[in-house]
């Protein structure tokens, strides 16, 4: 298969605790590569040592829209610090999700001008999807086109969630394919059947649930996926959920 970067989205190791018992986490179970949350870095020196301790990079980081639109600059600093060179803008605030078509649109021209901006800095600016922007509106459109639409010309880049778009009802595949040209990471996660885990959301560890990652995985990296993120909304067993994805996915790669 293509080689492509595993990493772990932080965020699924939150309820370890803190940075630290999130990064032993990620390194015990074999990750080399982490993904951060907004939150790591308002303090980018902490993370850069933390990170070093462990032989651990931070491949990329996510970084909520509030953040980007009135700290640009900061969260650059702080990213060039610490060696993300990739940033995903991972939700709309809730707020912002109900609006229209040309909203979405406008959204997307926003993350293009601050995608250009980035670039400039060294550093790439992508969006990460849920299943809400695969809704269709009234016209037909569904929020994920328009968007990618308003950033039409710009260095928007996408990372798929690709659980998030089976959970939605359609066919991941079409929209990898489809999107082909923006498509640079995808998260590594997995639906447990119907009824199953529902206290963890219905999630479950990568390779024990119904996608079928080993044709996802050489899917999406033939269509430009180069940084794999493994990742789980609400493990129950962060650790285990971290370690037996690691495990799984050495099979497949």
């Known amino acids: 298969m293509t080689t492509s970067t595993l990493s772990i989205q932080l965020y699924s190791l939150r309820h370890l605790g803190g940075l630290d018992r999130q990064l032993d986490a990620a390194a015990r179970a074999g990750f080399t590569n982490v993904e951060t949350i907004g939150s790591h870095l308002d303090d980018p020196k902490a993370l850069k040592a933390a990170l070093a301790a462990r032989g651990l990079h931070a491949s990329s980081g996510h970084i909520g829209l509030p953040a980007l639109r009135g700290e640009l600059d900061r969260v650059a600093d702080a990213a060039a610090e610490t060696g993300i060179a990739q940033l995903f803008m991972p939700a709309l605030p809730p707020e912002e999700r109900s609006g229209d078509a040309d909203a979405w649109r406008r959204v997307g021209a926003e993350l293009g001008e601050m995608a250009a901006r980035l670039k400039e800095r060294g550093i790439s600016l992508g969006y990460h999807n849920h299943h809400w922007e695969l809704v269709r509106f009234s016209d037909g459109s569904r929020p994920l086109d328009c968007l990618f639409d308003g950033a039409a010309g710009s260095p928007l880049v996408w990372q798929a969630d690709i659980a998030w778009l089976a959970r939605g009802g359609d066919d991941p595949k079409v929209w990898l394919e489809k999107y082909a040209s923006l498509l640079v990471s995808t998260h590594v996660k997995d639906q447990a059947p119907a009824g199953q885990n529902e206290d963890e ?15 996802l995985w050489a899917f999406a990296s033939a269509r430009g996926a180069r940084l794999m993120v493994v990742e789980h909304d609400n493990p129950r067993d962060p650790a285990g959920f971290a370690a037996r994805s690691f495990s799984y996915l050495q099979t497949i790669r």
């Open 201 to 215: 959301d219905g999630w479950c560890d990568v390779g024990s649930g119904i996608l079928d990652w080993r044709d």
